[in-house]
């Protein structure tokens, strides 16, 4: 069990370092590009519903970074629906990747979405680039209203 536990461990540490690698490198080539209060009036609260648990941290990191609240939900239900509708009735902005939700957990954050008049975003995976460049996006298009 204990080289079980050093594997993953190193495999956990080796995604960190990848990770903050690319991190970097994004805020190297453009440090504004990745700030949201550079380009929001108002620091939004993101609620990311799935993704990989394991990059849960990174998540934040990203939100965090460019100004925003984070707010994660595992999309399994854990907690109640009650638990998922109450985050997403307190939220800004609700990312749900299809890779790794169910079919029901992506009906039920459209269903609340819809319901509290929240913006989501079906998103085709939960890598780091994906939410990074969504929230990329989402921030361009607040600075053009």
Not at 26 to 52: H, Q, T, W, Y
Not at 111 to 124: I, Q
């Amino acid at each position: 069990m204990n080289q079980k536990m050093i594997e993953q461990q190193c495999e956990l540490d080796f995604i960190k370092q990848n990770l903050e690698d690319v991190l970097n490198a994004s805020r190297d080539k453009n440090p504004m590009a990745c700030r949201f209060n550079s380009e929001f009036p108002c620091a939004r609260k993101v609620l990311m519903v799935g993704g990989i648990e394991k990059m849960r941290h990174f998540y934040q990191q990203i939100v965090v970074e460019m100004g925003g609240q984070f707010d994660y939900n595992n999309g399994n239900y854990q907690g109640g629906i009650n638990k998922l509708s109450d985050q997403i009735a307190r939220c800004d902005i609700v990312l749900c990747p299809v890779d790794v939700n169910s079919h029901s957990a992506c009906t039920t954050v459209k269903k609340y979405s819809k319901k509290y008049n929240k913006r989501f975003y079906m998103l085709n995976n939960s890598g780091i680039g994906t939410i990074r460049r969504k929230l990329q996006e989402i921030s361009k298009l607040e600075t053009m209203q």
